[in-house]
């Protein structure tokens, strides 16, 4: 195998695609005689329907049809859980009876010659309720604690008496506001159906998944559907699933035997696709006087809805991150009158990792120890969760870079000690991690007489890049250059590949693509002259035995400088730097932009991002782009990205972890500890906002 | 949306006669657009004044003259706004992002509609929408709230920036309508809450803005608008504040200040002037006449920190006008 592809920085094979609009997405698939869905959402937090005024909006001009639970078709919704699913539970089933869960529920669509009218005629419908008071407050005394099935709970030792002889404890509780997703593309559905046979032109991170979904929910056979999704415009995890949107897309097609688009708005983002759960955390941390951890307890509780069980890894890494001898770990649920959570980019780590990682550097001060000098002496020979060897792990190499290349010498250890003018200067810094997955995939690959390679995978593209990687990937592998391959995704009826998350897509894609290519090669050595096209599929996933023997992640430092105005406590990051050894880095290019947007990410999740509800009836009060804040430019001004070598020859055949939940992870711990470091305060609720700074 | 006619006014006579019939101006739209898309407003029939002659920008001696339909980003650089009043170009420069000041006139910046979350919710209690249906906010979400000039009715801020340094340089508008012209200060345009939300300004049916003067001042240079927001950019004011102030050596000869995010209406602050009046331009000094700022203040459940907030803010823009930080 000639090294001449993999490894460099390949621009984006479909970037003059995007730029220029030819690059479509769900919501531009356009057919001819399309109608327009819109969905009316519940006004109440909880309770049921008593009365729909259907007939008055059916008669607005343009309306095709008003669907309720009083008319809708009875949907088969046979069982079917795809690996993003909540093992626990049932999933939402739309327009079926007249309970209504939560705020914002989807409890009728109109479906209308134009968006116009779809919008007037949702606008005019009125329906009634039965109201109910929501719980919604995870910290409420009557929120119901789940011992979440999927059990993640972990023990080693005796922490709690550890903790009691420790020569050094604290104890330290956190709380994160639920977040939303926001990606700038909003989901859609084109839903067409001919005969039996349901085409979704659909906007999913695992266009398998939500073919299979589609089906179950019908009661139609698999190879009815057909889910195309080419491009993605960013998703942060919300199209893992498939919503009741998409649903209702196909519904509504159905009734009305027409294409139907539906597109949500910006405020219906915040209510049926999924969030990043509110998160209660405890930790307790003993240690010696020379800062070796004896005990460490962390307890996590996230939200979920009543009628699913989303969970995440929210404390399993304070079983391998720090070596210490005592620890449990414990993961609780709270059953709130919400949607159901989902995935968001660093899911459970970049939540789990902000407490561990404050308490770690509380920790430092207490010992008067520098925060990376107590992350080395608690570095652990290897995963003491499981007992065995990490296939490869550059966390100390990560801090040594990246403490040379953020000149963290200068920085003044003691807390308010550093100043630029009026403006108090706070340096921080933290691990980051995330394991390193791969799953079963497959992957077709083509060799056409006229020397191009055609290679098809039902893989998706949410912006990481997967469209060039792979291209490099299949290039390397054939040895062609580029422009010789010709690489497709999002379709479900390509080789089925695993969800587009979890940091696993060029692990699991890339190995069965790798796979395929070698196998061509194989076949074409057999036949070495042709006119026919060569063909060869691969389904590759890890090898159980090396899975067995170690334990894989990927690990970082991530640093950052903050500016306070003390006067009126606005907290600026005036730089960051992350630093990440993650095996073999594809492209260096996509790589460092992957990992700038996931920071870009923390920053948000440090400072602004936080989805506020009204106590009274659950509803998003904040669900908008002016009250929702993610960073900007000015909040962003200097991100820097650099990875250490490291050669893994565990993980898969491509020797690459995966990088895209990693990036978020970290930087918001890095940036509250520079605002402690700053302030000498220290703040354990995200978002910090400027009014904690008023008596820093 | 609700389908609207819009028909352009070749005239301000003529604009002015369709608005008493019962049209609605649009200038930029970048706010009537938005709400009219929610169903927030529902006007049936719109006059597009664009195409009339208030786009102008000039000195007449030492006053500044706006066109209302001047659009805030040629306002902001345009160079008599940065000879003549600088804070004004610093307050909009702060304002909303380069697209919507591209579109944003004057005129329509001043009669923006609040922020307030619930105001957009159509399935919410909201006095200002609906007289009478309860304020979501007050027993809500109130972060953004006022802490001044509210009433148990409606707590909403007034979000302009503009109107805050215009309303401290104490600019006045010439508005014409079918009664004919008359001309009053900027800060006369905004009502209190009081018992009538929905009443937000002082126009009468048919009035246009057509021109805002700002008057000379002779230590108009000595000013600075601070914006305290927690995103850098693009975000309605925590609490802003507009300082203007004259020195004669190390004292303040006389001040002009005006808030907001802290009111329901820009708010000038006359006791903090007086206060500041022959004072010498030092912290001490300062934090104690803008302690008075607060007096009166009734927070809410989400947004006590303004009370503190407020009064700093107050001391940095004074700071910062002085040139003492």
């Known amino acids: ?696 | 949306m609700i389908p609207f006619t819009i028909t352009q006014a070749p005239s301000t006579h003529e604009a002015i006669q369709a608005a008493a019939a019962g049209g609605r101006y649009i200038a930029g739209g970048t706010t009537l657009i938005d709400l009219m898309r929610e169903e927030v407003e529902r006007p049936d029939r719109l006059i597009d004044i664009n195409a009339l002659p208030l786009k102008h920008i000039r000195a007449e001696g030492p006053d500044l003259i706006i066109g209302a339909l001047a659009r805030m980003s040629e306002v902001a650089v345009h160079p008599d706004t940065r000879r003549l009043h600088p804070v004004i170009g610093e307050a909009l420069i702060e304002g909303a992002s380069p697209q919507l000041r591209n579109m944003a006139s004057m005129g329509g910046n001043l009669l923006q509609r609040v922020r307030c979350p619930y105001f957009r919710m159509l399935d919410a209690p909201c006095n200002k929408r609906i007289p009478g249906s309860g304020c979501s906010a007050i027993d809500g979400l109130n972060i953004g709230h006022a802490i001044l000039g509210t009433s148990d009715q409606c707590a909403a801020t007034h979000p302009s920036d503009v109107a805050v340094a215009l309303v401290a340089l104490e600019a006045t508008m010439r508005v014409q309508g079918p009664q004919g012209e008359r001309t009053f200060p900027v800060e006369e345009l905004y009502r209190l809450p009081g018992d009538t939300p929905h009443l937000e300004h002082t126009l009468l049916p048919g009035e246009l803005i057509v021109e805002i003067r700002v008057p000379g001042l002779s230590y108009s240079r000595r000013a600075r608008y601070l914006k305290v927001r927690d995103r850098a950019s693009y975000e309605f004011a925590l609490i802003a504040a507009a300082a203007v102030i004259d020195l004669d050596g190390g004292v303040i000869r006389e001040a002009r200040l005006a808030v907001g995010g802290a009111g329901t209406r820009p708010w000038r602050l006359r006791a903090v002037e007086q206060a500041l009046k022959g004072k010498r331009l030092e912290r001490a000094t300062l934090e104690a006449a803008a302690r008075t700022a607060v007096e009166g203040a009734r927070p809410l459940s989400g947004n006590q920190y303004k009370v503190e907030l407020l009064p700093r803010t107050i001391v940095r823009a004074l700071e910062l006008a002085g040139e003492i930080a």
């Open chain 1, 1 to 696: 195998m000639t090294m001449n592809v993999i490894g460099k920085p390949v621009a984006r094979v479909d970037g003059r695609d995007k730029v220029t609009g030819r690059a479509l997405y769900a919501a531009e698939f356009n057919q001819s005689n399309q109608a327009y869905a819109v969905i009316v959402n519940a006004t109440v937090g909880l309770g049921r329907i008593t009365g729909i005024d259907q007939a008055a909006v059916a008669k607005m001009p343009g309306v095709l049809s008003v669907l309720s639970h009083l008319n809708a078709p009875k949907l088969a919704y046979r069982p079917h859980k795809g690996s993003i699913d909540p093992k626990t539970g049932e999933r939402l089933h739309v327009l079926q009876d007249e309970a209504v869960r939560f705020h914002g529920q989807p409890v009728a669509l109109i479906v209308a010659e134009t968006l116009d009218s779809a919008e007037r005629a949702a606008a005019a419908l009125r329906i009634t309720y039965e109201a109910q008071r929501p719980i919604i407050d995870i910290a409420d005394p009557d929120a119901r604690a789940i011992v979440p099935e999927s059990g993640r709970d972990h023990t080693r030792g005796d922490a709690e008496a550890a903790f009691a002889n420790a020569p050094v404890n604290l104890k330290a509780s956190y709380d994160i506001a639920r977040e939303n997703h926001n990606p700038m593309e909003p989901h859609a559905t084109v839903a067409v159906w001919k005969g039996d046979k349901l085409t979704l032109w659909s906007k999913s991170q695992y266009v398998v998944n939500e073919q299979a979904e589609i089906a179950a929910i019908f009661g139609i056979p698999l190879e009815n559907v057909q889910v195309i999704c080419p491009f993605i415009g960013g998703a942060f995890g919300t199209s893992l699933r498939t919503w009741s949107h998409v649903t209702l897309a196909a519904m509504a097609a159905r009734v009305t035997q027409r294409p139907v688009k539906l597109a949500l708005t910006r405020k219906q983002m915040f209510f049926t696709t999924g969030h990043r759960p509110r998160t209660l955390q405890h930790v307790a941390i003993g240690a010696t006087q020379d800062g070796k951890l004896t005990s460490l307890i962390h307890e996590g509780t996230g939200e979920t809805s009543r009628y699913e069980q989303f969970s995440e890894a929210l404390v399993a890494s304070s079983s391998y991150l720090v070596s210490c001898p005592n620890v449990t770990t414990r993961y609780r649920l709270a059953a709130l009158d919400t949607g159901t959570p989902v995935f968001m980019r660093g899911p459970g780590e970049a939540s789990g990792v902000f407490a561990l990682e404050s308490a770690l550097d509380e920790l430092s001060y207490k010992l008067n120890i520098d925060p990376i000098e107590l992350r080395r002496r608690n570095e652990p020979k290897l995963d003491e969760g499981v007992n065995k060897p990490f296939s490869s792990r550059s966390l100390i190499r990560c801090y040594d870079v990246g403490a040379e290349r953020f000149q963290w010498l200068n920085r003044m250890p003691q807390p308010r000690s550093m100043l630029d003018g009026r403006l108090r200067i706070g340096i921080g810094v933290a691990s980051a991690t995330y394991p390193a997955y791969q799953a079963q995939s497959s992957a077709r690959v083509r060799l056409l007489a006229s020397g191009i390679a055609e290679v098809e995978v039902a893989a998706s593209d949410m912006g990481p890049g997967t469209y060039t990687s792979m291209t490099q990937v299949a290039a390397e592998t054939l040895g062609l250059p580029i422009d010789k391959v010709r690489f497709s995704l999002g379709r479900s009826d390509f080789p089925p590949a695993p969800s587009h998350g979890g940091s696993w897509t060029m692990a699991s894609v890339g190995s069965a693509i790798r796979a395929a290519c070698i196998s061509v090669l194989e076949e074409a050595k057999k036949r070495p002259s042709t006119d026919r096209p060569l063909e060869a599929t691969a389904t590759t996933q890890r090898d159980a035995g090396v899975a067995g023997r170690f334990s894989m992640h990927a690990f970082g430092a991530v640093f950052a400088e903050v500016a306070i105005d003390p006067d009126v406590g606005t907290i600026r990051v005036r730089r960051a730097l992350g630093v990440y050894g993650a095996g073999r880095i594809i492209n260096p290019l996509l790589a460092t932009s992957q990992c700038t947007g996931g920071m870009i990410g923390g920053i948000g999740m440090a400072l602004m991002e936080r989805t506020v509800l009204d106590r009274r009836d659950g509803r998003p009060v904040n669900a908008h782009m002016a009250d929702y804040l993610m960073p900007v430019n000015l909040d962003t001004p200097k991100i820097e990205v650099q990875f250490v070598d490291e050669v893994d020859p565990h993980v898969n055949p491509l020797g690459v972890k995966g990088l895209g939940e990693i990036a978020l992870v970290g930087m918001a711990p890095a940036i509250a500890n520079a605002v402690f470091h700053a302030t000498g305060k220290r703040i354990r609720r995200l978002p910090i906002l400027l009014e904690d700074m008023l008596h820093a």
